[in-house]
Nanobody, 129 residues
Framework: QVQLVESGGGSVQAGGSLRLSCAASSLTTRTYCMAWFRQAPGKEREGVASFDSDGSTKYAESMKGRFTISKDKNVLYLQMVNLEPEDSAVYYC?????????????????????????WGQGTQVTVSS
């Protein structure tokens, strides 16, 4: 059973940077999607970026430029720079093993939370002004 464990969250001042990590265990399927999402209090969960097992990445339009998703072995990363108070949220890592959902959408890894079946517990990011 796939398990995801996020780390790297914390408190930073506006303009600062953080790198989040998501350690994936038992992700053994040849194809998969992984992604980062975030949820602020009182708001819906929103997609940040996705990572395809073929190495391609996608970003939510509003996240382009300050966020970079990458993966090394079994760890998914989210590098965040020039953080703003509006970036404060709980950040979640998610996976779609075997592209079970993505195969219905041209095999592309999008950032719709409904496409992901495995979730981590989240890590809090707080940006102060």
């Amino acid at each position: 059973q796939v398990q995801l464990v996020e780390s790297g969250g914390g408190s930073v001042q506006a303009g600062g940077s953080l790198r989040l990590s998501c350690a994936a265990s038992s992700l053994t399927t040849r194809t998969y999607c992984m992604a980062w999402f975030r949820q602020a209090p009182g708001k819906e969960r929103e997609g940040v970026a996705s990572f395809d097992s073929d190495g391609s990445t996608k970003y939510a339009e509003s996240m382009k430029g300050r966020f970079t998703i990458s993966k090394d072995k079994n760890v998914l990363y989210l590098q965040m720079v020039n953080l703003e108070p509006e970036d404060s949220a709980v950040y979640y890592c998610a996976a779609d093993p075997g592209k079970t959902a993505a195969r219905f959408f041209g095999n592309y890894c999008y950032t719709n939370p409904l496409d992901y079946s495995v979730w981590g517990q989240g890590t809090q990011v707080t940006v102060s002004s």
